[in-house]
C-alpha cells in the first residue's frame, strides 16, 4: 500500500524540541485522520480533516497541532512532548467523512515517535 | 455507542492449522465492519470488509469473516496459515460519523 505515505519513519526527539510528522495520499482522497498507537490500547482517533477543515478533535492535548494545507497533505506539529507520547503516530485518509460510508480508510505506515 | 472487543490478546498456531480470531461488536443498526492487519513496522491494510448481503466475505490472502448479528460477531478465519500471516489484526466498526472503532487487537504468532 503506497497511496498514503508518512515521514519520517522513526523520530526521536527531546522533550522540549519541535517537529513535525508529514502524512502525503496520493488517492484523491477528501478526508484524513490521525491516530495513536500504543502498546495494548486500541487506535486512538486524534483528528480528522474533511475537505481541509478540521471536523474532529478528540480532547487532544494542545502540545499537538495539526495542520491541513491542502487535500493532499496532513501535518502533526509536535511541541514540549511528555514520555508518555512515545508511540506509534498513524495517518489515515478516506474518499469521506461526515457519513457512514461503506468506503475504507487507507494507512500509512506510520511514525515511531520516541521521547527522551 | 459503538465499540469492538477482541477477546484473544495472542494466538498462537502451527503453519497449516486453522485460524479463527474472535470480533464482538456493538453497534445500534447494521453495522459496517473491517478487518485489517498490521505487520511489524507497517501500518493497517485491509483484509475484507461487510456492509450488506452475504454474511460471509472474503477477502485477501485467503481470508474470510463471517458477520453473525445475532451473536453480534464477525470472525475471521483462515483454513491453512502461512508463516507469512504472523502479524496482528484488528477489527474495526464504522461510527455514524465515517469514524472507525477500534478493537485492542489480536497477535497471531506462527510456528512452524
Known amino acids: 500500500e503506497t497511496g498514503v505515505t508518512q515521514t519520517p519513519r522513526h523520530l526521536v526527539m527531546g522533550m522540549t524540541n519541535k517537529k513535525s510528522l508529514k502524512c502525503e495520499q496520493h488517492?484523491?482522497?477528501?478526508?484524513m485522520y490521525w491516530y495513536k498507537q500504543s502498546a495494548k490500547k486500541p487506535l486512538e482517533l486524534m483528528f480528522v480533516?474533511?475537505?481541509?477543515?478540521?471536523?474532529e478533535n478528540n480532547s487532544v492535548p494542545s502540545r499537538f497541532s495539526p495542520e491541513c494545507p491542502n487535500s493532499s497533505h496532513l501535518f502533526l506539529h509536535l511541541h514540549t512532548l511528555q514520555p508518555e507520547d512515545s508511540a506509534l503516530y498513524l495517518c489515515?485518509?478516506?474518499?469521506?467523512?461526515?457519513?457512514?460510508?461503506?468506503?475504507?480508510?487507507?494507512f500509512g505506515d506510520g511514525t515511531r515517535l520516541s521521547i527522551l | 455507542a459503538q465499540s469492538v472487543t477482541q477477546p484473544d490478546i495472542h494466538i498462537t498456531v502451527s503453519e497449516g492449522a486453522s485460524l479463527e480470531l474472535r470480533c464482538n461488536y456493538s453497534?445500534?443498526?447494521?453495522?459496517?465492519l473491517f478487518w485489517y492487519v498490521q505487520s511489524p513496522g507497517q501500518g493497517l491494510q485491509l483484509l475484507l470488509k461487510?456492509?450488506?448481503?452475504?454474511?460471509l466475505v472474503q477477502g485477501i490472502k485467503g481470508f474470510e469473516a463471517e458477520f453473525k448479528r445475532s451473536q453480534s460477531s464477525f470472525n475471521l478465519r483462515k483454513p491453512s496459515v502461512h508463516w507469512s500471516d504472523a502479524a496482528e489484526y484488528f477489527c474495526?466498526?464504522?461510527?455514524?460519523?465515517?469514524?472507525?472503532?477500534f478493537g485492542t487487537g489480536t497477535r497471531l504468532t506462527v510456528i512452524p
Open positions: 461487510y456492509f450488506s448481503g452475504d454474511t
Open positions: 474495526a466498526v464504522v461510527g455514524g460519523a465515517n469514524n472507525l472503532f
Open positions: 489515515a485518509s478516506s474518499q469521506d467523512w461526515g457519513q457512514r460510508s461503506n468506503q475504507p480508510q487507507h
Open positions: 480533516y474533511s475537505l481541509e477543515e478540521r471536523v
Open positions: 453497534y445500534g443498526a447494521t453495522p459496517y
Open positions: 488517492l484523491g482522497h477528501n478526508a
